[in-house]
């Protein structure tokens, strides 16, 4: 079976940064893209980063460029994003996600972790 588990969410004020990890388990994480998506209060799912499945090319919304890196340790079937300068904008549901190339689509995700930026 097929799990995602995020974590590391919680409440910091803008400017400050947070680190998400995500535990996967039930498949072979190496084999897969991983995305982080995010949602905000009343709106839909924003793609906020991907990572290939050896780690060497990373992807990013033009939102959170050179604020938010994306990271992957295989040998522990782990997905990571640091987040600095948060924003209060960056205040979301945030989900771990798994691409699947043979449906070109995000085919798991986690339960997600909360993340709100607020003074």
């Known amino acids: 079976e097929v799990q995602l588990v995020e974590s590391g969410g919680g409440m910091v004020q803008p400017g400050g940064s947070l680190r998400l990890s995500c535990a996967a388990s039930g498949f072979t994480f190496s084999n897969y893209d991983m995305s982080w998506v995010r949602q905000a209060p009343g709106k839909g799912p924003e793609w906020v980063s991907l990572?290939?499945?050896?780690?060497?090319?990373?992807y990013y919304a033009d939102s959170v460029k050179g604020r938010f890196t994306i990271s992957r340790d295989n040998a522990e079937n782990a997905l990571y994003l640091q987040m600095n300068s948060l924003k209060g904008e960056d205040t979301a549901l945030y989900y771990c996600t798994r691409f699947s190339q043979d449906t070109s689509a995000y085919d798991y995700w986690g339960q997600g972790t909360q993340v709100t930026v607020s003074s």
């Open positions: 990572i290939k499945p050896g780690g060497g090319s990373t």
